[in-house]
């Protein structure tokens, strides 16, 4: 159960440190390997994709920079590895709490075993994992969202803004995880628009083939939706859903972004006027309250939950194009008026 009261997010500043984790990825910026341990903080391992995917793993590293701005203290992050295995991801997290850092947090249920092994060496270190509920232990706090509740808001968005009555979903890895995505967003759709057609394709059966890391891989998927008269098309798939904005773009069509806002990230900024909106869940937020509860000896553990009443979820209104839309606007104000006070529930499977 939670143990802290969530605090809003804000902030910018940034640093990272350098690791000798030869087996284990590299890191960021470096500083002096003289750094007092009990000067150091929050650390993050990125899942696949790594910082710069403009979704996931951005959105964790926002929230390691406001703990390093608000809290003074060292702080790192590290990459992933091509083909690495658990023990890899258990190796660079027990480096980290080994080196004084705390917490140490997982980005991504790809670290499930690595974090249950690394807190059980370490239990005075207080570990996290993003986006994965099944490690269950007295210094692990599981940091989830109802991400099918922001999905659901999407597919209302897409069903206003399709004029071909057929809409797409791009999943990164055919996992239950991204089925929350593809749940979410078809039912929204259906619920607003029962005509229009929903178009869903995963990229890859597990995160070693890709699914999560190739612009190439979303962007052939995206071509193929659009091809069948997709005219919006909503991605769950990390750096992948760079390639389907990118196709998006290209054939004068919405894409949906997700975790992130997307229309705000400057690495696709020749695409924003393409991007309709963004699905997010707001990873920074719960990277940064679990560091604070460490700083505030109250280390959250258990399942830590965002949703759409708590504001953890939901859909970024940047483009000016989608916020002045009314009719976008009243449907999902509705709809999400409806899921929080339980008159919708949303799928999430």
């Known amino acids: 159960m939670r143990r802290v009261t969530r605090i809003a997010l804000a902030g910018t500043a940034t640093a990272s440190l350098a690791l000798a984790l030869s087996a284990c990825g590299g890191t960021s910026t470096s500083s002096s390997s003289s750094d007092n341990k009990g000067d ?22 926002e929230g390691l920079k406001q703990a390093k701005a608000e809290f003074k203290y060292k702080t790192a992050d590290v990459e992933p590895t091509d083909g690495e295995t658990d023990a890899d991801k258990e190796q660079r997290l027990v480096s980290l709490a080994k080196q004084g850092y705390n917490p140490v947090v997982g980005i991504g249920y ?38 099918q509740e922001a999905s659901y808001l999407a597919g209302v968005a897409a069903a206003k803004a399709t004029k071909t009555n057929t809409v797409g979903f791009v999943g990164g890895v055919d996992v239950p995880l991204i089925h929350k995505f593809e749940a979410g967003f078809e039912q929204g759709v259906k619920d607003t628009k029962p005509g ?13 083939e890709g699914g999560f890391s190739s612009p190439d891989k979303g962007k052939t998927a995206a071509e193929g939706q659009i091809e069948k008269k997709a005219d919006v098309v909503y991605a769950a798939a990390g750096l992948s859903g760079q390639g ?74 940047s483009n000016p194009e989608f916020k002045s839309n009314t009719a976008i606007q009243d449907a999902v104000k509705a709809a999400q008026e409806k899921i929080i006070s339980g008159e919708i529930k949303v799928k999430s499977s």
């Open 40 to 61: 150091k903080g929050l650390a993050i391992a990125y899942d696949v994709g790594g910082k710069g995917d403009q979704s996931f793993n951005d959105a964790a590293f």
């Open 110 to 147: 790809a670290y499930g075993p690595a974090v249950k092994a690394a807190a059980a060496k370490y239990p005075k270190t207080t570990f996290g994992i993003v986006d994965d509920s099944t490690v269950t232990a007295k210094n692990v706090a599981d940091l989830v969202f109802s991400e």
């Open 196 to 208: 229009v057609k929903v178009l869903s394709q995963y990229l890859t059966q597990t995160a070693q």
């Open 244 to 317: 389907v904005i990118e196709a998006a773009s290209a054939k004068k069509v919405w894409a949906i972004g997700v975790d992130s806002d997307q229309y705000q990230q400057e690495a696709l900024a020749k695409y924003k006027d393409s991007i309709l909106t963004s699905a997010t869940k707001d990873v920074a937020k719960a990277v940064y309250n679990v560091a604070k509860s460490v700083k505030d000896g109250k280390p959250e553990s258990g399942i830590v939950r965002g949703d759409l009443k708590s504001g953890e979820v939901g859909l970024a209104d």
